[in-house]
């Protein structure tokens, strides 16, 4: 099935901008009177027949609509930026495994610095990234990407209640044991330091905002491995055991 997104009302006859239409018939190859799978971003996905494959305005007639709600506990991943296209990567998985929120960390031993030019071309790249990975995996939800903040401006965020810290302190958590906190069911954020991890001070402001320390086992992991293995286990622990979506075989 090829996917391909329309942030508008999906019913009727639509015409895609000119990146989707380049995207959807220079890119995928669809051609007229191929079915295409339309998302909105917002849980809407509709059955579509493509009627003009052009190229610059593409033209869709949708068949079928339908609706999914968004589920009830929502998962955030707040992830200390490192270097090159790693955290690419990491927004990509986190979306293709139904994060809600990402929010890019600047900490102490953060290797990526911005200054306001590179923020926001940096946070539009990793929403374009998003949007491809939603459409690649047929994800009706689009995640949010805030511009890249400090800890201060986390904590002033409406969090979801249940909020872990993945720690290589020695009293930390297992992680599916502090998933079993009553909180999960209304919402999740996994907070995940850089390479070189979070800094006692900041190890100190995460436990004053009511964070939890949790290991994602004995081994030290790079900050891509833990923030995809980490929402994998959430998501599997909360949210497609909760409310099962129908496997794509």
């Known amino acids: 099935m090829l996917y391909s997104f329309f942030n508008g009302n999906l019913s009727g006859r639509i015409i895609l901008d000119a990146e989707e239409s380049h995207h959807l018939v220079s890119v995928r190859r669809a051609r007229v009177g191929e079915t295409v799978m339309l998302l909105d971003g917002r849980g809407g996905k509709a059955k579509a027949l493509v009627e003009n494959a052009s190229a610059k305005a593409a033209t869709l007639q949708v068949e079928e609509f339908s609706r999914m709600e968004r589920p009830n506990s929502p998962v955030w991943l707040a992830q200390a930026m490192p270097l090159g296209k790693t955290m690419d990567t990491i927004v990509q998985k986190a979306a293709e495994l139904g994060c809600e929120c990402v929010v890019p960390l600047c900490t102490e031993r953060s290797e990526l610095r911005l200054d306001a030019e590179r923020t926001l071309k940096k946070t539009q790249k990793w929403r374009t990234g998003a949007l491809e990975a939603i459409k ?19 904590f002033k965020m409406t969090l979801p209640p249940l909020r872990l810290v993945c720690s290589l302190e020695e009293a930390s958590l297992p992680l599916l044991a502090a998933l079993k906190d009553e909180n999960a069911k209304d919402g999740v954020v996994l907070a995940i330091g850089p390479e070189g991890d979070f800094s006692a001070a900041e190890y100190a402001q995460f436990r004053e905002h009511s964070f939890k320390p949790v290991t994602l086992g004995p081994l030290v992991l790079r900050a891509d491995t833990a923030a995809i293995a980490s929402m994998a286990i959430v998501s599997e622990a909360l949210r497609f055991a909760a409310c099962p979506l129908p496997y794509n075989v």
């Open 136 to 154: 690649q995996c047929g994800n009706p939800f689009m995640p949010d990407i805030v511009e890249p903040c400090g800890l201060d401006a986390l």
